[in-house]
């Protein structure tokens, strides 16, 4: 894999974004950071106040990386699962070994773990920012579940910067629908973010870029970690 001096767009918010950056120098790429997404405080937490009671609870949940260091300062759960890798990886710097499922590591794959079948009478938390598809909680609940979404953090647009209007982009990976969003709205009027080629973290994503009128390859990466979106990095690369 090599995308020597290839300048690809991390749109990642910027405490995600430095593991994604590294890789992508490593291969001889030029990482550029432009955070679309900031991760602030939400201010009700009462109903993480209330998951206190860990005896109530059979499965916790976490959506993200982000939910995990929203919410561990907090609560200690036992039972877990991670959405993703990098989830997984968080809760493993916090001591806490999670089940994670099989790529592409969305709700759909976690849906489709053993653990996930035989669900009926069983609490589940499902720790996440605000908003979200509601795929995972409605799937649990008709096997049987009892679901409780508990919301720790909330997601911005930041300010756009100036250098940005004078910067070159090769390749822009984007892990978001609203991420997606926000970087549109920040560069409204910059006719190149419509025929830069993008790397998306699903088919979701890649749709929302066709309706936003994006004319430039997008290839959804194989996995959705960091890795996967790299390789994406790389089968874009061909296109120059």
């Given amino acids: 894999m090599n995308i020597n001096g290839i300048k690809v767009l991390v749109t990642r918010p910027a405490h995600q974004a430095e593991h994604l950056c590294q890789l992508i120098a490593e291969k001889g790429g030029q990482p550029i950071r432009l955070p679309v997404i900031e991760i602030v405080e939400i201010d009700d937490k009462s109903a993480l106040l209330e998951c206190r009671n860990q005896e109530s609870l ?3 949940i976490f959506i993200s990386a982000n939910a ?9 759960p036992r039972q877990v699962i ?3 890798k990098r ?3 968080t809760l493993k710097a916090w001591g806490i070994t999670a089940l994670c499922p099989p790529p592409p590591f969305n709700s759909e794959a976690l849906l489709s773990m053993p653990q996930m079948q035989s669900v009926t009478g069983k609490k589940i938390v499902i720790f996440r920012g605000e908003g979200g598809r509601e795929l995972l909680a409605d799937t649990l609940r008709e096997r049987g579940a009892s679901v409780k979404y508990v919301q720790v953090y909330r997601r911005v647009q930041p300010p756009t910067p100036a250098w940005i209007a004078n910067t070159q982009i090769d390749i822009i990976i984007v ?4 991420g997606l969003r926000n970087l549109f709205a920040m560069l409204d009027g ?5 025929h830069t080629p993008l790397v998306v973290m699903s088919e979701r994503i890649r749709a929302e870029a066709e309706r936003l009128g994006v004319d430039a390859p997008v290839v959804v990466a194989s996995e959705a970690s960091d890795e996967g979106l790299l390789e994406g990095v790389s089968k874009i690369n061909q296109y120059f």
């Fill in 68 to 76: 995990v260091e929203k919410t561990l300062p907090t609560l200690q």
């Fill in 175 to 178: 892990t978001s629908q609203e």
């Fill in 58 to 60: 059979d499965i916790a």
């Fill in 87 to 89: 989830t997984a990886q």
């Fill in 190 to 194: 910059q006719s190149w973010l419509r």
């Fill in 82 to 84: 991670a959405v993703g």
